[in-house]
């Protein structure tokens, strides 16, 4: 990429700097950091006087934007350098295409100097039919037919009027067609008015049954959500659906607008003079075989490019609240994965999260082992002291809650509590290269167990060791850009594995990649270092780690923790940089530095304006003393586990009015999937979230939140369960719909399960609280949402 000027530079930040409600300065700082290969923790966290305090959310905007705004310079210079060499870049020219502010201007700028194959309007100008189209256009009271006859020369291909006539035409559509004036104008008008519409392949009813609801339908481009989008655009892909945009909702209505938009930009007018037929003609033809076709494409590229956005930013967000789930500690943990014919396989991790002991029992069909079973687990939990039992929640996982049950009932005096977790991402890991040098003697089925029973004490440490996309909390995630959805969600790792920090003396390799600063080659050094030389003592032995110099211990060292070392800050996210400021806070008080740790009195009464220098300034000095008050402090929440209602453990168990405890799974932007405990999520959907109006579902709820849920309908053929957070809402007579009656209840498709991939997802609900969902074609809708039925 050229080099960008310092006046480039800074217009880029200015422009950021306005997108994320920020100062140029500020943002100029950010920049000027990133370029040094700061990451964003390090910045967000350590160095807030440069900034100005943007936070981390502000510097991901600013890191994505500044992708874009310089990827555009770089386009921008090879527009340039093109159009130059075929030596028609004019002044004006030149000024329009440095002014372009988006990438589909640059191009529509672009576009008539864009090298092509040769083109009818191509050939036609080599016939010299220029004049011609000219001709008609500048004076319409000639007869087309009359000056045509001048054109006619066979040598060059123009046998006869019709010849002459259609070479000017495509002259004069090519030349519309990239007007880049014109087309803007009507990108932005088609983007506004503009009506998707999605008919049935011929013959593909069957077939594409899950999206029937979209055989006959339209909606507005600008308002469509887009998760509804992502939808369609997967059925066409499927070709189920054939999808169109009309400019408005007569079509036929909204053609002719454009074709009379197309005519008075080009100065066509119908006054009954002898070339205005044709012209009109040439107008329309421009429109329907030129503009239209090419404004589609543009115009679904850029709704899909923000649907996948907003469906990124859906994963993104469940996969953090996923990652900062409570932990449930220093507790040792017996791992059960069920599983029926194959058994469950048994994992012990003692508190350290050491794996101690591994087992496979038989307790269900066809065996039926029951008691000899929870012998076989009393003596592990015994031996080994286990406090917690992790179920999986997969195939059997209620049955196996039953044993845990009856288990825990056996060893009372272990006082253990059973907690059924997601085991999401867990074959993936068995199956991974890291679980492969993590545990390379042991059978691939029992790894999964050793995972269930490790995101149980610490689900972030667990969760970062497999992909994130198989964490299965997505929408439509494999719809989307799978580059920016990696992209997107390993920075939502690294934000949450900064954010909680890292034990450095117990870390696996997979976690320290997330640290600011540290790649995989570094991580797998630090382990090596450990194993060779035994628990680090100080941030600073760090430096003695291969490859690990001193601009990766900058980034990297505020985020690592060593508890019981040398230097007691060392356990703390103050930065080994920021030690002199604590040393004035010490001297001033006249303490040792574990007098002062933990003493919030004292430090309540310092003023951060007493500790400042130049590089110091009082937001970090403010960090310091909030730090000290308790080091290391963990950000996520206190451990609570769901308690599913005994005697309901299939979905025949379920009754309609029974009021549940269960666990947000997944949160769309059409509503919330909860885990009740009978092996089939149940859809909360957005308007029975709340009894005021949700806007968007995690303002309310988040994945891994407990909650209390009615249940308003249950469909024990079809496996779909609705339910309402709203406590007092009573399920309504079933009915019949009416007419467009499916708009206001919503209707839901989607393939895949837990890997996060829906299908058609209900309509939005109304500008105001609609009434709770429950009847049947709603409860169908949202068992399909969550299991692609």
């Known amino acids: 990429m050229p080099e960008i000027s310092p006046q480039l530079a800074r217009q880029i930040a200015c422009t950021i700097a306005a997108e994320i409600g920020a100062q140029s300065a500020q943002a100029q700082a950010a920049i000027a950091l990133l370029d040094e290969g700061a990451t964003v923790p390090f910045i967000a966290r350590y160095r807030k006087e440069v900034t100005g305090g943007l936070d981390d959310t502000q510097l991901r905007n600013l890191e994505t934007r500044l992708t874009y705004l310089r990827e555009l310079e770089d386009r921008r210079a090879a527009v340039l350098a093109s159009i130059d060499e075929q030596g028609k870049l004019s002044d004006e020219l030149r000024a329009e295409i440095l002014g372009a502010d988006s990438k589909s201007r640059l191009e529509d700028l672009y576009l008539p100097y864009k090298p092509k194959r040769r083109t009818k309007a191509q050939i036609a100008r080599e016939a010299g039919l220029e004049p011609l189209a000219d001709g008609l256009l500048g004076d319409p009271t000639r007869m087309p037919e009359e000056l045509a006859a001048t054109f006619i020369d066979a040598d060059k291909g123009v046998a006869d009027t019709k010849a002459a006539l259609d070479g000017a035409r495509a002259i004069l559509m090519e ?24 008919r049935v392949a011929e013959g593909k009813e069957n077939e594409g049954a899950k999206y029937r609801d979209y055989f006959d339908h339209s909606e507005s481009l600008a308002k469509i959500p887009s998760h509804r989008l992502l939808a369609l655009f997967r059925a066409r892909r499927e070709e189920i659906l054939f999808l169109d945009l009309d400019p408005g909702a007569d079509a036929d ?142 195939t059997a996982s209620r049955e ?38 993590e545990f390379p003697n042991l059978d691939v089925s029992i790894r999964g167990a050793v995972s269930i029973a490790r995101r149980l004490q610490d689900p972030l440490a667990e969760l970062v060791k497999i992909e994130p996309k198989a964490i299965g909390v997505g929408q439509y995630q494999h719809d989307v850009d799978q580059f920016r959805l990696a992209r997107a969600l390993d920075a939502k790792v690294e934000d949450c594995v900064n954010a909680v920090g890292v034990d450095v003396n117990t870390a696996s390799a997979a976690l320290l990649t997330r640290v600011s600063g540290l790649s995989s080659t570094v991580a797998e050094n630090i382990v090596v270092y450990r194993d060779q030389n035994g628990a680090f003592k100080s941030r600073k032995e760090l430096l003695k780690v291969p490859r690990l110099g001193d601009k990766t211990f900058e980034q990297c060292a505020g985020f690592l923790r060593i508890a019981g070392g040398e230097q007691p800050l060392d356990s703390s996210s103050v930065h080994p940089e920021a030690y002199p ?20 009195a004292l430090l309540r009464g310092l003023k951060a304006e007493q500790f400042t220098d130049d590089k110091f300034g009082v937001p970090t000095v403010r960090d310091i003393l909030k730090e000290l008050e308790k080091p290391g402090r963990d950000p996520r929440p206190e451990f609570k586990a769901a308690r599913f209602a005994d005697g309901v453990e299939e979905i025949r168990d379920l009754k309609v009015g029974m009021i549940l405890e269960g666990v947000i799974s997944n949160v769309a932007a059409f509503g919330a999937f909860v885990d009740i405990g009978v092996h089939q999520d149940g859809l909360i959907h957005i308007s029975a979230l709340s009894d005021t109006y949700v806007k968007d579902p995690r303002d309310v709820v988040k994945a891994g939140d407990i909650v209390k849920v009615r249940v308003l309908e249950v469909d024990i053929a079809r496996k779909r369960i609705a339910l309402t957070r709203r406590l007092d809402d009573v399920a309504p007579a079933p009915r019949e719909p009416r007419g467009n009656d499916r708009d206001a209840r919503g209707n839901a498709a989607r393939s895949g399960g837990r890997d996060g991939n829906r299908g058609p997802a209900p309509r939005p609900q109304a500008s105001a609280p609609a009434p709770a ?6 409860a169908a809708a949202f068992a399909r949402a969550k299991n692609g039925s």
């Open 400 to 437: 196996t809650d039953k044993l845990a049950g009856d288990l825990i009932k056996l060893a009372p005096e272990l006082k253990m509590q059973k907690i059924v977790v997601s085991e999401a991402g867990a074959s993936v890991y068995s199956a991974s290269e890291f679980a492969a040098k």
């Open 773 to 778: 969902p429950a009847n049947n074609a709603l």
């Open 175 to 198: 030349r519309w067609g990239e007007d880049a004036a014109l087309v803007g104008e009507l990108r932005n008008w088609l983007h506004e008015v503009g009506v998707i519409r999605a």
């Open 253 to 394: 209505a909204g053609h002719v607008l454009a074709e009379g938009r197309v005519a008075h930009h080009a100065g066509v007018k119908a006054q009954g003079r002898p070339a205005d037929k044709w012209l009109q003609d040439s107008c329309r033809l421009t429109w329907k075989a030129k503009l239209h076709l090419h404004l589609l494409l543009d115009l679904f590229a850029q709704a899909r490019e923000k649907a996948e956005a907003e469906a990124i930013d859906v994963f993104g967000n469940n996969l953090k609240d996923l990652l900062l789930a409570a932990p449930a500690g220093r507790k040792a943990v017996l791992g059960l994965d069920p599983g029926l014919r194959t058994g469950v396989k048994v994992a012990v991790v003692d508190n350290t999260g050491k794996l101690v002991a591994t087992d496979t029992i038989y307790p269900h069909e066809p065996r039926r082992q029951w008691d000899q079973s929870l012998h076989t687990l009393r003596a592990l939990c015994t031996k080994h002291g286990v406090e917690l039992i992790s179920i999986g929640n997969g």
């Open 581 to 600: 400021v604590v040393e004035r806070i010490l001297k001033q008080c006249g303490r040792e530095v574990k007098q002062l740790i933990g003493d919030a």
